[in-house]
């Protein structure tokens, strides 16, 4: 079961279009139906997730919180994603593209920090890979 939970009051974000992402992420990676949460938060939610897990005292993008095990319900969980929307909000003026394209590409890269990608250029690969499969043509790139 693949769950959205916006839990920031600022931004409209398109619940249906996420959800269709993630979809397509575990269609591509062959994933068997597995259980991930992807959560739309603020920056005072984001910084306590990030000084509680990572002793950073500050807002991030994106944090990442993989479980990969099935639970006694026999159901696969996957992991969670959370989002800062406001974080992606400032990120998208200097890419150039909109907070929804943003939100896009912080989803494909907390999805791959689940599946066990780290921060090498094995994992910028396999972004421009997904980036290139699942969104171009969406927004014209």
Avoid: W
Avoid at 8 to 14: A, C, F, S
Avoid at 60 to 65: A, E, G, H, K, Q
Avoid at 117 to 129: I, K, L, P, V
């Amino acid at each position: 079961m693949i769950e959205i939970i916006n839990q920031q009051k600022r931004y409209r974000i398109n619940k249906n279009n996420f959800k269709n992402l993630l979809k397509r992420l575990v269609e591509f990676y062959k994933l068997e139906d597995p259980d991930v949460t992807l959560a739309f938060v603020n920056n005072r939610t984001i910084k306590e997730l990030n000084n509680r897990f990572l002793n950073k005292n500050a807002p991030t993008d994106v944090l990442s919180f993989p479980i990969n095990e099935k639970g006694a319900d026999g159901k696969f969980y996957l992991g969670d994603i959370i989002i800062c929307v406001p974080q992606a909000s400032k990120q998208c003026f200097s890419k150039k593209h909109d907070l929804e394209r943003e939100m896009e590409l912080l989803t494909i890269h907390g999805f791959l920090h689940i599946l066990g990608f780290e921060h090498f250029a094995e994992m910028e690969e396999e972004e421009n890979t997904i980036r290139n499969l699942l969104l171009e043509g969406e927004h014209g790139n």
